[in-house]
């Protein structure tokens, strides 16, 4: 076990610094002049002059890899730089915005677990019936929805309409309610079905069949023996769905007015500040790492026959 949870650290280690390495990339590479923007910002009207002392500042003449190198540095000592259009520091402003995302992401993870297991047992009790269908037709429009639109419709009818719940802001718990649906749904949706075709294929199996041949009702046999093997699986999207959250916070932050590291990277594209991007951009990817790790030991304390593998 020792073996492999080093084994994973390593090459979560080096997909790191692949990230670093392409999130820096992708954005040295985008289209049009940091300097003149920022210039232009600061001095409306800025000359040329002007233009090159910014570049200078910001060490946008030195080669490419140089920067890379000064960047990282700073980042495995927490610090990100400072911010081009705000003056801001970055590391600080990320720091300061990550209570706000987890709660977005544990609201999410919570509604996520809940519904995705009530629909997917609802389903695998009735196979072929009613409920099962009025639950494969919900999943399916929970997974094609986007993100925004059902936020959006959230908004509308529960705060516009109803005015049962706020429409943004964090200023007590009920304002997280529908943020964390809008966030969950789709999650839910394709794991209600990864849970209810995991039951499913359960029963099927010899020991399913021999306790029913015994006389043991469906719903126990579901419970005791189908759920823990579909459990695995299970867990193994989750931790994917968790992690695929951060795509759901940069649209569901600006949307409720969260401020949040979504809601700031979408401020950083909006004004073409790098260093904001880079930050946000690379902090998405350690938090993906982490939980598709700690999403990899749940599965392997779960599943026996992983558990003799990674011994």
Not at 99 to 106: H, R, S, Y
Not at 143 to 158: D, E, K, M, N, R
Request: with cysteine; proline share 5%.
């Amino acid at each position: 076990m020792f073996t492999y949870l080093r084994r994973r650290l390593r090459n979560s280690a080096l997909l790191l610094l692949m990230a670093s390495v392409l999130c820096f990339g992708l954005v040295v590479a985008a289209p049009g002049n940091v300097a003149q923007l920022i210039a232009e910002l600061r001095f409306p009207g800025a000359s040329k002059a002007m233009v090159d002392q910014v570049a200078q500042e910001l060490g946008l003449n030195d080669p490419v890899p140089v920067r890379y190198w000064h960047w990282l540095q700073g980042v495995v000592q927490g610090d990100f730089g400072v911010a081009y259009i705000t003056g801001e520091d970055v590391g600080e402003a990320i720091r300061n915005r990550i209570p706000t995302t987890m709660k977005l992401i544990l609201g999410g993870s919570i509604v996520t677990i809940v519904l995705s297991a009530a629909m997917g047992l609802i389903g695998a009790a009735w196979p072929g019936r009613f409920p099962d269908h009025i639950v494969r037709v919900l999943a399916l429009l929970g997974a094609s929805t986007p993100v925004f639109f059902g936020g959006a419709v959230l908004i509308l009818i529960f705060a516009v309409n109803l005015r049962w719940l706020p429409s943004f802001g964090d200023s007590s718990i009920l304002s997280w309610i529908l943020p964390s649906i809008a966030m969950a749904a789709p999650s839910a949706a394709v794991l209600s079905r990864v849970l209810r075709i995991g039951i499913s294929e359960a029963m099927t199996r010899p020991y399913a069949l021999t306790a029913r041949a015994k006389g043991f009702p469906v719903l126990h046999i579901m419970l005791r023996d189908a759920l823990p093997n579909a459990v695995p699986a299970y867990v193994s999207a989750l931790g994917n769905m968790i992690g695929s959250m951060t795509i759901g916070a940069i649209i569901v932050e600006p949307l409720f007015a969260l401020h949040g590291i979504g809601e700031l990277f979408v401020s950083g594209v909006r004004t073409r500040d790098f260093m904001v991007m880079q930050a946000c951009l690379l902090t998405f990817v350690l938090y993906v790492s982490l939980v598709n790790l700690v999403a990899d030991l749940l599965m392997i304390a779960a599943d026996p026959k992983l558990r003799r593998q990674v011994a």
